[in-house]
């Protein structure tokens, strides 16, 4: 090789050309490494409520659970109808004798103006509820004698036709003395009371009657002059031991 020439002078540099075509896309480089985990970003904005799903099936009954205090009392309920009538139980138990309501009657004579000096005066018919009980009996009237000395009528009760005999006669008498020639008539009003026991339930007839006195003639007696007189007839309950 021959020697090097000396170099020419450097000419002037031309303008830039047109810009190439683009070329293709290369094929994409292999992933690179998984870079670190960035910092968590600051909570967004709630989003708007979603449409409600589909209601999902029924799911098992879970275990009971234990029974919760009593609630506060509601309102009393309207009345309901009137049920059918049950049939009639057994008979209840024996009541203690005198548990009955009270029992009486009275009998009551206007002007009665009875003369007679012996028998039957008036009676009244009674309703006695129980074997048991006693029955108290009055009368309350007029009683008196006349044209008489030393002399008396007894006016006495009846039960039934029969005088009482638990526990005794239920009588009274009016005794006078100076009284002939009609010296006295004093009418008085009178009470003769009692109670006769062991008489039986059911219909009672009272009567009410004068008579002599054992050992006594007659006498002029009267009974019911110009006044109102009563029998008076109470069913009551047995007597204390």
């Not at 909570?43 to 409600?52: E, H, R, Y």
């Not at 099936?57 to 309920?77: I, T």
């Not at 009996?137 to 006495?156: E, Q």
Request: net charge positive; aromatic share 6%.
């Amino acid at each position: 090789m021959g020697p090097r020439g000396n170099k020419g002078d450097e000419g002037a540099r031309g303008r830039p050309g047109a810009p190439g075509v683009k070329g293709v896309k290369g094929p994409a480089g292999p992933a690179g490494p998984r870079g670190d985990k960035g910092e968590a970003g600051s909570a967004g904005s709630p989003g708007n409520k979603g449409d409600t799903g589909a209601r999902g099936k029924q799911g098992p009954s879970g275990p009971k659970g234990p029974q919760g205090p009593s609630g506060a009392a509601g309102s009393p309920g309207n009345k309901g109808d009137t049920g059918a009538r049950g049939s009639q139980g057994p008979p209840g138990p024996k009541g203690d004798p005198g548990s009955f309501g009270r029992n009486w009657k009275q009998c009551v004579f206007k002007n009665l103006n009875d003369g007679r000096d012996s028998g039957l005066i008036k009676e009244c018919i009674f309703k006695k509820a129980s074997d048991t009980t006693g029955l108290r009996v009055f009368w309350s009237g007029d009683l008196r004698l006349a044209n008489c000395h030393g002399c008396y009528r007894r006016w006495y009760f009846t039960l039934n036709g029969a005088e009482c005999s638990t526990p005794g006669a239920i009588d009274g008498i009016v005794y006078m003395v100076h009284g002939s020639g009609s010296k006295k008539n004093l009418h008085r009003v009178r009470h003769i009371e009692g109670v006769c026991e062991k008489i039986h339930k059911g219909t009672v007839r009272v009567g009410f009657w004068v008579g002599n006195c054992a050992g006594h003639g007659s006498a002029d007696a009267y009974t019911g002059w110009n006044s109102v007189s009563r029998i008076y007839v109470e069913e009551v309950p047995p007597p204390q031991a």
